[in-house]
Every structure is written in structure tokens, then in C-alpha cells.
Nanobody, 125 residues
Framework: QVQLAESGGGLVQAGGSLRLSCAAS????????MGWFRQAPGKEREFVAC????????YYADSVKGRFTISRDNAKNTMYLQMDSLNPEDTAVYYC??????????????????WGKGTLVTVSS
């Protein structure tokens, strides 16, 4: 059974940091881009960041550029999101996704092959 499992969410004060992880299991993700999305209460899901299979290409939403860093360790089948300088607007459920279509992932994430169940990040002011 293919599974993406997020971890690392929690409560943090504004200005603080968190590191999210997304562990993949059940198959090889060779050639798959992986990405992070988030959904805040009452809002639509939005793209946060993504990374190519090799790690050589990364893309970020403007709202997180310079504060978040995406990375992956293919030997461990794990992707990470280092989040620094967090602010209350970053409060959301964060989801990881995997798909071969990196362009679609950047655009809106519609129809991604695999999704995790999400991890909640709460940033207090």
C-alpha cells in the first residue's frame, strides 16, 4: 500500500521554526516530484513548495520564498520542509504530495497521484 505520512507539525510562536517530514512507503518514487501544499481554515488549498526527483529543481510560493526550504533524501524516501520565521498566516494543515507532473504540482496540485493525510501547523502571535 502506497503511503505518504507527514510529521513534525505543532504549535509554535511567531518567528519560530518547524521542520516537517514526509515519509513515503509502499513503492519506489523514482522520477516523482514531491511537494507541499497547505490549507488554512476557510481557505482553499494552496501550493507551498516542490522539488524534483533529483533535488536539482525547487519552486516556492511567493508567500514562503526566503523563509521555507524544501529538500529530500531519496535513500530514506523522505522529503522535508524547513520553515523559519513563521507567522500566524502560515497556520494551516500541511499536506505532502507526489506526482510525475511537476508543472501541475506548481500550478494547483490537481489530480496528484499521491497525497498524505496532513499535519497541523499552528503559529501563535
Amino acid at each position: 500500500q502506497v503511503q505518504l505520512a507527514e510529521s513534525g507539525g505543532g504549535l509554535v510562536q511567531a518567528g519560530g521554526s518547524l521542520r516537517l517530514s514526509c515519509a513515503a512507503s509502499g513503492r519506489t518514487f523514482f522520477g516523482y516530484a514531491m511537494g507541499w501544499f497547505r490549507q488554512a481554515p476557510g481557505k482553499e488549498r494552496e501550493f507551498v513548495a516542490c522539488i524534483s526527483w533529483s533535488g536539482g529543481s525547487t519552486y516556492y510560493a511567493d508567500s514562503v520564498k526566503g523563509r521555507f526550504t524544501i529538500s529530500r533524501d531519496n535513500a530514506k524516501n523522505t522529503m522535508y520542509l524547513q520553515m523559519d520565521s513563521l507567522n500566524p498566516e502560515d497556520t494551516a494543515v500541511y499536506y505532502c504530495a507526489a506526482d510525475r507532473r511537476m508543472n501541475v504540482m506548481i500550478r494547483d496540485g490537481y489530480g496528484m497521484d499521491y497525497w498524505g493525510k496532513g499535519t497541523l501547523v499552528t503559529v501563535s502571535s
